[in-house]
């Protein structure tokens, strides 16, 4: 105590710089001014408490400050009755005044707790599971895409092609049954129109009075009324016609590929989808695994942050912990080593001395009960200061088994924060990339299927025209034998024609001859006949010269000859 007190100067203990780093400094901080504590005020005069002085304020070894409480826990016997029970009294006060910084440091550490724990609960399980609802409600249908159409390819009978025809005709027929149903709408708003025109009509004629209003309705008006009744029951039954047909006029195509009705379905979507809104999918689902992979590492790393924090403050309550171990360690030790002494005074107050007065007795027996009493009241506050300690050793194994725990949680965070989420990226990379490759995959194999049934259509073409050109050859060669009969014929017909018109020729020429000598013969005659009458009449004078006779013949010849050509 007089080596503290020549220095001038309050030293302090594990446990003061404890409660000054926890309890001092917090309050600095929240209320930036400095306040008295409750401990402050409840025990203001503890710095002169010898075990304070021995305990806390000196800069003694542990082993040192344990001696000086033994030689203070023990009974002075050159002290007053009074004397030794009031250091017993500063005892109890400094443990009591240990108990309140205990309390209050402990109070101080659950101030510090963290508070937000469950809201980051909250936002771990809110933002992750979110994401990734996310990514799987936009991965899943491009999944079912790709099986679907990965089932249609590997089809044996070529179900791709013809679940694609049919969904084609589908599409047809509901376009043929969509605007039918609008024609018959139409037609059923046109009756209703009408309807409701002729009601108006009827209403318009029952106004048509005689005498100026004043009579009934016109005969007229009547009849038209009556008719318009009966164009009005004839539109209603019509129309209640149209709308049964309206309901029956539905998409009830049967389809021939009830086994691949689901991949049918899930090919239909792929169709109605344009390409851009099929490239807006694929964006939303890359969006979606770079959220849930950002979600991940943030939130990860708000874990690993809170996780530090909560070992900052497992720090804080071992340190306060094991600064009240050695105090109360220093303390029961100390108590241990004055029961010795305190044991060694009862024993020697308890013997008899030889020759020994009443008084000596009486003040013997005195010192003895009082050296009793003050072990009895020393031996209560060991149990108690021992029950502390064992809480203290308690406490620290279960702060132990915390900071293991927060350690083990701690690598767990940080390997999930780093490696974990490396490795979610990396295999949301890979899953991605896979499933752009099987979507390309499946568009290759789709090609080599529709190429391969291009191929087998137009190899049937090419064999139906191959047997039509061939069978067309043999119909050319037909009509060449038959034009060749043909020819034939027109060969023999032209024989014969030629034979005829040779024997028609000649039989002509000799006809000509004749006709030519008849001719001739005609025009002697006609000469002769001209000239009969000269001749006769000459005949009687002088006779024509032979020579002119025979020029006149041939002046008739070829006169004949002239009127032949």
């Known amino acids: 105590m007089a080596k503290g007190a020549a220095k001038g100067k309050i030293s302090k203990s594990l446990a003061d710089a404890a409660v000054e780093k926890y309890t001092k400094k917090r309050a600095v901080d929240t209320t930036e001014k400095s306040e008295e504590s409750t401990i402050s005020k409840q025990f203001a005069q503890i710095e002169s408490n010898p075990f304070h002085q021995i305990v806390v304020q000196s800069d003694a070894s542990p082993s040192e400050k344990k001696d000086a409480v033994a030689r203070a826990l023990a009974y002075n016997e050159t002290e007053s009755k009074e004397e030794n029970e009031a250091r017993l ?3 109890e006060q400094f443990k009591e005044y240990l108990m309140a910084y205990r309390k209050e440091m402990s109070k101080e550490i659950i101030r510090l707790a963290d508070t937000e724990a469950f809201s ?40 791709m092609y013809d679940v694609f025809k049919e969904i084609q005709e589908d599409k047809e027929e509901e376009e043929r049954i969509k605007q039918l149903r609008a024609e018959q709408e139409a037609e059923l708003n046109t009756l209703e129109a009408n309807i409701l025109k002729l009601n108006q009509d009827i209403a318009a004629l029952r106004e048509d009075r005689s005498w100026f209003g004043m009579g009934g309705v016109k005969k007229d008006a009547l009849q038209n009324i009556a008719r318009n009744e009966v164009l009005i029951e004839n539109h209603k039954n019509t129309a209640a016609a149209l709308r049964e047909k309206i309901e029956s006029t539905t998409f009830n195509r ?17 169709l109605d989808i344009t390409s851009e809104e099929h490239k807006d999918r694929q964006e939303s689902l890359v969006k979606a695994a770079l959220d849930f992979v950002n979600t991940t590492d943030e939130r990860t790393g708000s874990v690993l942050d809170r996780m530090g924090k909560i070992r900052s403050q497992i720090k804080n309550v071992d340190t306060v912990n094991g600064n009240m171990k050695r105090i109360f360690a220093v303390v029961s ?17 308890n013997i008899t001395a030889e020759e020994e007065t009443t008084l000596a007795q009486y003040e ?21 200061t021992l029950s502390t300690l064992g809480e203290l050793q308690e406490e620290s194994m279960n702060i132990k088994s915390m900071r293991d725990t927060n350690n083990q949680q701690i690598s767990h965070t940080r390997k999930m924060h780093t490696s974990g989420t490396a490795g979610i990226a990396s295999r949301l990379s890979t899953v991605l990339t896979a499933v752009s490759s099987a979507a390309l995959n499946e568009a290759r194999t789709t090609t080599q299927n529709t190429l391969n049934k291009m191929n087998t259509i137009t190899h049937d073409i090419a064999q139906n025209e191959a047997i039509k050109n061939a069978t067309h050859m043999h119909l050319q060669n037909d009509e060449l034998s038959k034009a060749i009969e043909q020819l034939a014929t027109y060969k023999d017909i032209s024989d014969k024609a030629t034979e005829i018109t040779r024997s028609a020729l000649e039989e002509q020429k000799v006809l000509q001859r004749e006709i030519e000598s008849t001719a001739a013969d005609l025009a002697s005659s006609i000469k002769k006949a001209k ?3 000269a001749e006769v009449m000459n005949a009687a004078g002088t006779s024509i010269p032979e020579q002119d006779a025979e020029t006149s013949v041939r002046e008739a010849e070829i006169s004949f000859s002239d009127l032949k050509l």
Do not use: C, W, Y
């Open 89 to 91: 009294a500063s005892f």
């Open 120 to 159: 980051e609960l909250q936002a771990v399980f809110e933002d992750m599971n979110s994401s990734l609802l996310s990514f799987e409600q936009k991965i899943t249908p491009l999944i079912e895409i790709i099986d679907a159409v990965h089932r249609l390819n590997m089809a044996s009978d070529g179900a």
């Open 254 to 270: 049967e389809t021939r590929f009830a086994e691949f009705s689901a991949e049918k379905e899930q090919l239909r979507e792929l």
């Open 333 to 349: 030790d100390g108590i241990k080593d004055a029961e010795v002494s305190n044991a060694d005074l009862s024993n020697r107050f």
């Open 364 to 384: 013997r027996e005195d010192k003895l009960e009082a050296v009793n009493e003050h072990i009895e009241a020393l031996t209560a506050s060991k149990v108690d």
């Open 531 to 533: 000239g009969v009458t």
